[in-house]
């Protein structure tokens, strides 16, 4: 009897596994068919990213990160001149619900950006210090996940804000940060943003070191997504030869491991609107940015045809 009893519980204990198993598999599959809201990937034309799921008609999105995964998607969103970042998880075949991440805040937050390890999400606000509550100006911050929480926003210091403008962040492989920023002691403060790098040492962010003149110039330089091996990036600029309010360009760095002159991407990216926002994936295949108020996306094969011009 009690060999009977126990080759019937290991009976359904296989077909326990085996029923655990496919339930496994088949939330794998819906989750690779929703990967990207089950949008067809895009070739070398760029087209509107998920639209009237995330890119919708009757509001301005802009900005977006996506975890290397593809379950996490972070993306900021205009509503009535308030910049806000939402989010949406894929479980099991299904994106939730976007929700805004600060949902009872008067400030706004907007570019996010996750860093390589994805434990901390960057992104932009106006929100005062704790030692400043009267601040005006544009910091980053950022939050840390912990357990699968986020904590409550940090700013991200003195090394990196000043009393004027940051804007956007994106990350080399080893933590050090790009973004753009204003400096106090420059003229020309409506276009005086200009590219900067932080080395990011021993947990912390160093002295900014402003890029040379093949990315800056006197005009407007901010936006700016970095390869994690620092082989390329993309940003916005306002120059004279640019088609709209704000064009990107593309740079690449040379044999000796300095970065080229910047080009001006050609009309199958730039419009007469405004183009910024630029992000690629993890796995290096498509590029994101955003036009004309809606987020797009192309394979990021199109950077090759930039290389050597």
Known sequence: MKTILKSF??????????????????????????????????????????????????????????????TEFYFGVDNNGKMETHRTVLINGKWSRQENIFPNEPYGYNDPMFTPDEKRLFFISNRPTKSNKNKQDIDIWYIERTNGDWSEPINAGSEINNNLDQYYSSFTADGSLYYGSRMPDEKNLGYSFDIYKSPFVDGQFTTPIKLPQEINTDRYEADVFVAPDESYMVFCSIRPEGFGRGDLYISFKDENGNWKKAVHMDKSINTKGHELCPFVTKDGKYFFYTSNEDIYWVSSDIFEAYRNR
């Open 9 to 70: 519980l290991c009976i359904l204990l296989l077909a326990s596994s085996f029923s655990s198993n496919a339930q496994k598999t088949e939330d794998q599959a819906s989750n690779a068919a929703m990967l990207y809201f089950a949008q067809d990937l895009p070739g070398k034309t760029p087209a509107v990213f998920a639209p009237g799921v995330i890119s919708k008609p009757d509001r301005y999105e802009f900005g977006c990160t996506i975890s290397g995964d593809g």
